[in-house]
């Protein structure tokens, strides 16, 4: 009887073995499953933003209207809304956490788009073996006129900003910049274009800008790098006057950026809550610019 119980016990731990192996590749075939699902792009989805700070005279015009409102703190940002702000407005726009954008006074941007997608990240590997799956932003704020900080400390993976003014297009990898559309007299900086009905600046603080031509043959692609400004002027009739110029940003220009960033991150230190997300359809925009 001994022998036969050993036998007994024997085939038992051999069958646990068997199942708990069977349990083991079972488990490892459904996760193979998950991330090669994950390897597809699901489609664009709406990117949804906030006011983190609203001062002095700031309104907004929703994507698809005709009227301008008085904004509000904590109201949803979305593709396609527009935003103005008087003599004594301010106003900061959280595009998604840690990616903000100061509008100076006297200025006006649009946000031509704000989309968000599943994809996967081949520089981070779950389990060592497959694409961790992350969330990809597509962001382009239209300035205007006037001036913009921008601060943007969270795109990751393949996610892109642009700023687009009238004849120029930055983008952007982490980077903190100023973006400015003025009248030559307005300008800190880019005073060489003779003839200049308006000049375009990017003063690259952090990081690097890559600026192209908003139509074709404008001027040659640019790479900025930090701590030089970009400055190209425009006639009446928009077309770009010249060669751009690019040389190192001012220090007052430095230290206005540098002063301004540190108030517009505090505004919402933890990134805050996302308002909440609603199924709205993407709008167009008739000035999108990709590269």
């Known amino acids: 009887m001994l022998n036969v119980n050993n036998a007994r016990e024997a085939v038992s731990a051999m069958v646990r073995i068997v199942l708990t192996s069977r349990r083991f590749w079972s488990l490892m075939l459904v996760v193979a499953a998950f991330f090669m699902v994950g390897q597809f792009v699901d489609a664009e989805r709406p990117l949804y933003g906030s006011l983190v700070k609203s001062r002095g005279v700031v309104e907004y015009r929703a994507a698809g209207t005709t009227k301008w409102i008085t904004a509000t703190e904590r109201q949803r940002v979305s593709q396609g809304d527009r935003f103005k702000t008087g003599a004594d407005g301010e106003v900061v726009i959280k595009l998604s956490n840690r990616n903000l954008v100061s509008v100076r006074s006297n200025s006006e941007v649009t946000i031509n788009m704000a989309t ?25 704020v239209g300035l205007d006129r006037g001036r913009a900080i921008n601060v943007m400390k969270g795109l990751r ?36 274009q003779s003839g200049a009905n308006t000049l375009t600046n990017f003063s690259c603080i952090e990081g690097s800008l890559n600026v192209n031509p908003t139509a074709l043959g404008g001027f040659d692609p640019t790479i900025v790098p930090e701590g030089q400004g970009f400055s190209i002027g425009s006639g009446p009739d928009g077309a770009p006057i010249g060669s751009p110029d690019v040389s190192p940003v001012p220090s007052n220009v430095v230290e206005e950026v540098t002063n301004a960033v540190d108030p517009t991150l505090q505004a919402d230190p933890t990134g805050g809550p996302e308002p909440p997300s609603q199924p709205d359809p993407v709008t167009s925009s008739d000035n999108v610019y990709c590269y």
């Open 116 to 140: 968000t997608q599943s994809s996967t990240d081949e520089n981070n590997m779950a389990l060592g073996l497959f694409p961790a799956r992350t969330q990809v932003q597509n962001m382009e």
């Open 157 to 192: 993976a393949n996610s892109q900003f642009r700023m687009a003014t009238p004849v120029a297009v930055a983008g952007v990898r982490g980077t903190v910049f100023l973006a400015e559309v003025l009248p030559p007299g307005d300008a800190r900086r880019g005073q060489k």
